[in-house]
């Protein structure tokens, strides 16, 4: 290892292996002996160190510890923002943020954070560090150059591993987003459960949609078609499991996959499980709306079985929920876990779910789809806009709690009954809840239920106080 320009480390020779350290080997502010390097990157470098005087128990105790490079100790701090957005600095900012957001996380997926700190370094300049325990694990991207490709059951437990570490990250408040999920970051235990690592890139706190990143962060290949624009959310970071677990399957990165339609092409012969080919079909989708909203949203795809809803109800196969069946017809929808904002992402499902004659959603523009109903006002002497917005005020006192705050639950539709007038028809249907059968049912438009058939699954909302109330809802394919 070459002494580096300007910096205080001796030369490779001084510096001990894992065992028989000499008193010349190097240390960083005089508590921490470097053992060897981990890894090296434009502005920062990764060391294996350990205590320099350990006490009782600690003699064999080893950290990865973190060494940002930045200017000498006597440079100012830039004062204006153009200033700021040099890269040294922009490094010195992610840097800290990783610091700060580590600190905070408590998860066996994620390492633990001993301090941070920062000390000059003896020719110049300052040195900020950021001192983890060392997981003894090789990476996934280590396990793919050596082979051979991951088995079933190792597949099986890295997901559900990755999403259990991905739902605690995203589950704060406010939430973590890591950005940069590929299979050099991710480190596997011997007793398969894994960890991410390298959260140089991390996203820490809400955004509103206004406000976009000025630096991509990620990995081309990894990162999905928004992150080029700034922006950043669970999704994100379901999208790089997405790409990573289609690489672990095929043994070829993303980047080499056909992209000719605007998405990686997941081929249909892929050697996995196809409960996994669905998985990462969801995930890989271009628009973040499309993909799963949520890790429990993903691992509900994952582990749903293709023929059945419940032992009570025989639904139809899951690849029939998924599709679109034609027109502006009613397909599965993956809500995700409450709450939920009814102007964000879902905010069409909504409109569908509190609207009794949703056909009129199908006019785009609000001031002709107000004309559209007070055409039809004066055609029946008013009575039509009466009922019409009577009707939407009851939905809408029934149905927006559920639609914000419900559970969501996988059920099925029982029975499609035209009512008498052909203009509306009554969807019956049914899900379970701890080993008991619940029944609801919703009236809409012909135009929409002639899609649904007996067996059907569906996505249910309910409360998690009284079960039985709830109600079921949809996204259908709006055409310009």
């Known amino acids: 290892m070459p002494r580096e320009r300007g910096s205080a480390w001796l030369d490779s020779a001084r510096v001990g292996k894992l065992s028989g350290l000499t008193d010349e080997a190097r240390t960083i502010a005089d508590r921490y002996t470097v053992v060897r390097q981990l890894g090296r990157g434009g502005f920062a470098t990764t060391w294996l160190c350990r205590l320099r005087e350990p006490r009782e128990g600690e003699a064999d105790k080893l950290f990865a510890v973190k060494e940002l490079r930045v200017g000498r100790s006597d440079e100012p701090e830039p004062d204006d923002d153009d200033a700021k957005d040099n890269p040294a600095w922009k490094h010195v900012e992610l840097f800290e943020r990783e610091a700060k957001v580590l600190a905070m996380l408590r998860h066996s997926g994620v390492p633990r954070v001993i301090e941070y700190f920062e000390h000059p370094r003896e020719r110049g300049g300052v040195g900020l560090y950021l001192v983890q325990e060392f997981v003894d694990a090789p990476s996934l991207r280590e396990r793919l150059e050596r082979g051979p490709l991951l088995g079933a059951d190792e597949l099986e437990a890295l997901i559900h591993g990755l999403l259990d570490v991905l739902e605690y990250m995203h589950g704060r408040a406010p939430p973590v987003f890591h950005r940069d999920i590929k299979p050099s970051n991710i480190l596997v235990r011997d007793d398969g459960h894994p960890v991410l690592i390298d959260f140089g890139g991390v996203c820490f706190g809400w955004r509103p949609a206004s406000q976009v990143g000025t630096t991509v962060v990620g990995t081309f290949g990894y990162m999905p078609p928004e992150q080029l624009l700034g922006h950043v959310g669970a999704t994100t970071d379901l999208y790089a499991l997405g790409a990573t677990l289609l690489e672990l399957v095929s043994g070829m990165p993303p980047h080499e996959f056909p992209y000719d339609t605007g998405r990686i092409e997941v081929p249909d012969d892929l ?205 259908r394919v709006v055409r310009n």
């Not at 949703?358 to 008013?382: C, E, Q, S």
């Not at 009577?390 to 914000?404: G, K």
């Not at 008498?420 to 008991?436: C, M, N, P, Q």
Request: proline residues 9%.
């Open 271 to 475: 050697p996995a499980d196809p409960r996994l080919v669905r998985l990462i079909r969801a995930l890989l989708e271009p628009a973040p709306r499309q993909r799963p909203a949520s890790p429990a949203a993903a691992r509900a795809i994952y582990v749903s079985e293709p023929a059945l809803v419940s032992k009570a109800i025989v639904a139809a196969p899951v690849g029939k929920a998924l599709a679109v069946m034609g027109g502006d017809g009613p397909r599965y929808v993956e809500l995700g876990p409450p709450p939920r904002d009814v102007e964000g992402p879902f905010a069409d499902v909504y409109a569908d779910l509190i609207d009794p004659f949703a056909m009129y959603r199908l006019i785009r523009n609000p001031v002709a789809r107000g004309l559209a109903v007070f055409g039809l006002g004066v055609m029946t002497i008013g009575i039509f806009p009466i009922w019409y917005w009577a009707d939407r005020r009851i939905r809408i006192r029934r149905y927006r709690r559920l639609f914000c705050e419900g559970m969501v639950v996988r059920g099925s539709v029982l029975t499609v009954t035209n009512d008498e007038g052909g203009v509306s028809s009554t969807v019956k249907y049914g899900y379970e809840l701890d080993e008991l059968e619940y029944r609801g049912f919703m009236q809409m438009p012909i135009k929409l239920a002639r899609y649904w058939s007996e067996g059907d699954p569906i996505t249910v909302l309910y409360d998690a106080n009284d079960p039985t109330e709830s109600c079921f809802v949809f996204r």
